[in-house]
């Protein structure tokens, strides 16, 4: 019932590269991969840090609640920074991160 599938050459390496390297001359896109860039390593060493705090003796939660619920409150903590972000706005979150140096340990 489909059409028949078009040919379609696999592209070359070379065009792929020259294609990936023109959108590096969008400022916008270069400023919103910095900042993809910057909260993905932000939200990794959050759960890094606060997984080895937890894990900690003087609270050792991975004994009693086990790993589920640490992720659980990841990602908690993640739809609590959506709501901050859609209250005070992208770039005053962003500022105020990097301002207080949050989650510096």
């Known amino acids: 019932m489909l ?6 050459r696999p592209p070359v390496a070379c065009r792929t ?3 990936m390297l023109r959108h590096l001359r969008q400022k916008q896109l270069v400023a919103t991969f910095a900042v993809g860039f910057g909260t993905l390593f932000n939200f990794v060493a959050t759960f890094t840090y606060v ?4 894990a900690a003796p003087p609270t050792a ?41 949050w989650p510096a340990p």
Do not use: D, K
């Open 3 to 8: 059409p028949r599938e078009a040919e379609v």
């Open 17 to 19: 590269l020259q294609q």
């Open 51 to 54: 997984s080895f705090l937890l």
């Open 61 to 101: 939660f991975q004994r009693r609640l086990g790993r589920s619920s640490l992720l659980c409150r990841g990602c908690g903590g993640g739809a609590w920074t959506g709501r901050l972000i859609a209250r005070f706005g992208r770039r005053s979150f962003m500022l105020c991160l990097i301002a207080t140096g």
